[in-house]
Nanobody, 128 residues
Framework: VQLQASGGGSVQAGGSLRLSCAAS????????MAWFRQAPGKEREFVAA????????RYADSVKGRFTISRDNTENTVYLRMNNLKPEDTAVYYC??????????????????????WGQGTLVTVSS
């Protein structure tokens, strides 16, 4: 499976962006999908995940209420809508796909090793 992330850019604090991640080369609906991010000088961290059907989602506490993950299995695309952006959201955002079961523990869900495929990343810069 190949993943292509897009939609990053520069915005002011309080602004919004929508990231997209287009999948190809596999059966998209088999995978639960996630977004991770890595800020300069920091470790990669989990942001959000969505189940294969799209009926279930999980979020990091830092983005709950501001970010929304969704997917369109007919378009083989997963999205991350980011509202009320803060300077601390500045990072390279990566999409990832896992062929495993959605019903993992939280510890497993947030581990990068759980995911089989990764996109190339898209940069989000939020200025104050």
């Amino acid at each position: 499976v190949q993943l292509q992330a897009s939609g990053g850019g520069s915005v002011q604090a309080g602004g919004s962006l929508r990231l997209s991640c287009a999948a190809s080369g596999g059966t998209f609906s088999r995978y639960f999908m996630a977004w991770f991010r890595q800020a300069p000088g920091k470790e990669r961290e989990f942001v959000a995940a969505i189940s294969q059907s799209g009926d279930n989602t999980r979020y990091a506490d830092s983005v709950k209420g501001r970010f929304t993950i969704s997917r369109d299995n007919t378009e083989n695309t997963v999205y991350l809508r980011m509202n009320n952006l803060k300077p601390e959201d500045t990072a390279v955002y990566y999409c990832a796909a896992s062929a495993g079961s959605w019903w993992l523990s939280t510890n497993s869900m947030i581990r990068g090793g759980t995911y089989n495929y990764w996109g190339q990343g898209t940069l989000v810069t939020v200025s104050s």
